[in-house]
């Protein structure tokens, strides 16, 4: 009864320094990833008709742009438009269809990114969070994956069964 897409990738680089291998991955894993496996899924919910939940676990940079991630800031914004799109379609079957864009959440992928600007920049992995990854952020530390967690969940009780489209941030 719910599917949660969440997967991503990234590499940081300059705009012209991204390969067409780089952009083909970077779009397959974060949003190719996301409708193909999206569309058997609610294909099997209508049949069944299951009154289903999907869930696409985006970004800040699907609605917000960043240095450096011009690959990855593209896969996310596709990611939005997706998710309202299929909102659209699964509706009227009773299927909703959200995402969640989050800033920097603790995870492997943003240790790594920790560790690579504080090499680029020469700057402690404090220094780097506070300083580049939490510049523009509202709430002045990483967001936990549990806290992810916790939206899903909501998401998916009957609180939420009206909701659809919806592109909650978490920042």
Avoid at 46 to 61: D, P, Q
Avoid at 119 to 143: D, G
Avoid at 149 to 158: F, T
Wanted: charge should be negative; aromatic fraction near 6%; proline fraction near 4%.
């Amino acid at each position: 009864d719910i599917l949660v897409n969440n997967a991503g990738m990234a590499y940081l680089e300059r705009f012209e320094e991204i390969t067409p291998e780089h952009w083909r991955r970077v779009l397959a894993v974060n949003l190719d990833a996301v409708f193909f496996l999206t569309q058997p899924i609610s294909r099997r919910m209508v049949e069944a008709g299951i009154k289903g939940r999907i869930i696409n676990l985006s970004s800040k940079n699907g609605l917000v742009a960043e240095a450096g991630l011009a690959h990855y800031n593209a896969s996310k914004g596709g990611i939005e438009l997706l998710t309202q799109s299929l909102a659209i379609e699964l509706g009227p079957f009773g299927i909703t269809v959200n995402s969640i864009c989050p800033a920097y959440v603790r995870t492997p992928l943003v240790d790594g990114q920790i560790a690579d600007q504080a090499r680029a920049h020469n700057l402690s992995p404090e220094e780097v969070i506070e300083t580049i990854m939490l510049k523009n952020a509202a709430v002045k530390r990483l967001i936990e994956p549990a806290e992810i967690g916790e939206l899903v969940l909501y998401l998916c009780s009957a609180q939420a069964a009206c909701m659809t489209g919806s592109m909650i941030t978490m920042d």
